[in-house]
């Protein structure tokens, strides 16, 4: 199974852009997903987070700003980030636990995805 990160990229303060990460491989389901961040000399933070049970939760920073969602269909998860600000420049991972099969039981496994970069600047 393997997580790719994709949709990144520069632009403007105030400006839109929205990032996805997909799932690929021999899994059967997405159980729990969240976005973190890391900027330059920074600890990784957490940004956001879908659950099993379809709640959402938000870091204080981009709480009504940005929205996470889930394709159970598509196996993605996308953070749409709306008024971003130079503070929001990082390199966005994407963090899911995934139902696999391993001979004939199942089990949770955590994934990582390779990041993208997103910029904001004038």
């Known amino acids: 199974v393997q997580l790719q990160a994709s949709g990144g990229g520069l632009v403007q303060p105030g400006g839109s852009l929205r990032v996805s990460c997909a799932a690929s491989g021999d899994l059967i389901s997405i159980n729990h997903t969240e976005w973190y961040r890391q900027a330059p000399g920074k600890e990784r933070e957490w940004v956001a987070t879908?659950?099993?049970?379809?709640?959402?939760h938000y870091a204080h920073s981009v709480k009504g700003r940005f929205a996470i969602s889930r394709d159970n269909a598509t196996n993605t998860v996308y953070l749409q980030m709306n008024s971003l600000k130079p503070e929001d420049t990082a390199v966005y991972l994407c963090?899911?636990?995934?139902?696999?099969?391993?001979?004939?039981?199942?089990?949770?496994?955590?994934?990582w995805g390779q990041g993208t970069q997103v910029t904001v600047s004038s």
């Open positions: 963090n899911a636990f995934i139902f696999v099969r391993v001979g004939t039981a199942t089990k949770l496994n955590d994934y």
């Open positions: 879908f659950t099993h049970y379809n709640a959402t």
